[in-house]
Antibody
Framework: DVYLVESGGGLVQPGRSLTLSCRGS????????FSWFRQAPGKGLEWVGF??????????VYAPSVMGRFTFSRDDSNNIAYVEMSGLKIEDTGVYFC????????WGQGTLVSVSS | DIVMTQSPLSLSVAPGQPATISCKSS???????????LYWFLQKPGQSPQLLMY???SRFSGVPDRFSGSGSGTDFTLRISRVEAEDVGIYHCMQATRFPLTFGQGTRLDIK
């Protein structure tokens, strides 16, 4: 079975940084694209972006709302994907989900990021 | 950005009855490779989203055949032939034809 577990969420002040992790198991981690999505409290889903696997160049695509502030990375030897978030804004508050595949095949349970002063 | 508009935003259905959710896009979702990248997800209460349908009408692994998807261009539909109690939650459509990927507002389904 596919398992994805996010961690690293928490309360952070505006302008500060936070890094989220997504650990995967039950599949060959390095073969897959990993996507990130988020959901503000009581709101709909928003695509954050994705990081390709090495076979596709390992490059990333970002949503305009996070471009230049968020950076995706991955450690295929340890089955972990990361999103480093800097310059956090209040509107970045929400539950962040990692997902297997470019289009949301499997999702983790999410980790809550709260940006507040 | 492509705007996705779902309707209705909520519906209440008796067990065993059908349900239909519409999703309309502001631009055609037909990609140059001939595929249409329209997806449906169900987010059950307190859970993360789960993929139901991909590329309009293909059921994801383990999805019951009472779920079906149809449509083309800018108009898409998710149908549940006979609603069961486990189908409650919020249904989201998503387009992946053009960046940025975008979602509809979500449709809440509950049981009468």
């Amino acid at each position: 079975d596919v398992y994805l577990v996010e961690s690293g969420g928490g309360l952070v002040q505006p302008g500060r940084s936070l890094t989220l992790s997504c650990r995967g198991s039950g599949f060959t981690f390095g073969d897959y694209v990993f996507s990130w999505f988020r959901q503000a409290p009581g709101k709909g889903l928003e695509w954050v972006g994705f990081i390709r696997n090495q076979a596709l160049g390992g490059t990333s695509v970002y949503a305009p709302s996070v471009m230049g502030r968020f950076t995706f990375s991955r450690d295929d030897s340890n089955n972990i994907a990361y999103v480093e978030m800097s310059g956090l804004k209040i509107e970045d508050t929400g539950v962040y989900f990692c997902s297997l595949g470019g289009n949301g095949d499997y999702w983790g349970q999410g980790t809550l990021v709260s940006v507040s002063s | 950005d492509i705007v996705m508009t779902q309707s209705p935003l909520s519906l209440s259905v008796a067990p065993g009855q059908p349900a239909t959710i519409s999703c309309k896009s502001s631009q055609s979702l037909l990609y140059s490779d001939g595929k249409t990248y329209l997806y449906w997800f169900l987010q059950k209460p307190g859970q993360s989203p789960q993929l139901l349908m991909y590329e309009v009408s293909s059921r994801f692994s383990g999805v019951p055949d009472r779920f079906s998807g149809s449509g083309s261009g800018t108009d898409f539909t998710l149908r549940i032939s006979r609603v069961e109690a486990e189908d409650v939650g919020i249904y989201h459509c998503m387009q992946a034809t053009r960046f940025p990927l975008t979602f509809g507002q979500g449709t809440r389904l509950d049981i009468k």
